[in-house]
């Protein structure tokens, strides 16, 4: 909207790209709500996705051809980044506490997009902005993917809770992410640690919207 962007949302039409279905092996399920999705995005004409979930991004823009849904598909740091570089928004404010980001294994070592979270929040960070130990093709799962959103670990320390370890270690006073699952998971680690005042977990346009 600051941008002057014309677009639209499906509301109550939208679903779950069904992409938790496979991945734990329930294929049947995947390609039904994969083909109930192809069907509605089609029938509005759909050509370009923008979408905040590096899972959807990744299933929209590499698994859906197959079954005849083909669409631009653009995660929204992406669009941001670029809606800045066009100067058709432009951070005014500035973002206090010490910032760093957490790399979503499906936007980074899947899709490739490690740049573009970084030089918008390095424009915003006047409190800095700090690399956590394991970053970009190197970083370290928040503990969700795979189905795993929805599993115990038995053994051993949750991943959730190592990964947010690291993070406070960093010293940082907000972790910005780009994606609903490791917002979740981060979340509930630091709230495990009892962190939660000391390190505040944000999607990245959450802080670009408080800064234009």
């Known amino acids: 909207q600051k941008a002057g962007d014309r677009f639209a949302i499906l509301g109550t039409e939208e679903k779950c790209t069904g992409d938790f279905a ?4 329930n294929e049947m399920l ?8 192809i069907a509605t995005l089609n029938g509005y004409g759909v050509k370009r996705i923008v979408t905040a979930c590096p899972h959807c991004l990744n299933t929209l823009k590499h698994e859906y051809p197959q079954l005849g849904g083909r669409y631009e598909v653009i995660h929204h740091s992406t669009f941001i980044h670029t809606l800045i570089r066009q100067k058709r928004i432009q951070p005014k404010g500035m973002w206090e506490r010490p910032l760093t980001f957490h790399d979503p294994c499906y936007l980074g070592r899947y899709n490739q997009v490690y740049d573009a979270p970084r030089d918008i929040l390095r424009k915003v960070a006047k409190g800095g902005f700090i690399e956590l130990e ?3 093709a190197e970083s370290f799962c928040c503990g969700a ?3 795993r959103m929805w599993m115990e670990e038995n053994i051993g320390k949750r991943i959730n809770v190592e990964r947010s370890e690291e993070i406070v270690r960093s010293m940082v006073g907000t972790v910005a ?3 609903p699952f490791c917002m979740t998971m981060i979340e509930d680690g630091m709230k495990q640690l009892g962190k939660e005042e000391n390190v505040r977990v944000k ?10």
Request: glycine share 20%.
């Open 177 to 179: 992410v780009g994606c």
């Open 30 to 37: 995947f390609q039904t709500m994969a083909q109930e999705n």
């Open 145 to 147: 993917g795979g189905g």
């Open 134 to 136: 394991r970053f970009g």
């Open 203 to 212: 999607d990245i346009a959450e802080i670009v919207a408080q800064c234009i």
């Open 22 to 25: 496979r991945k734990v092996g």
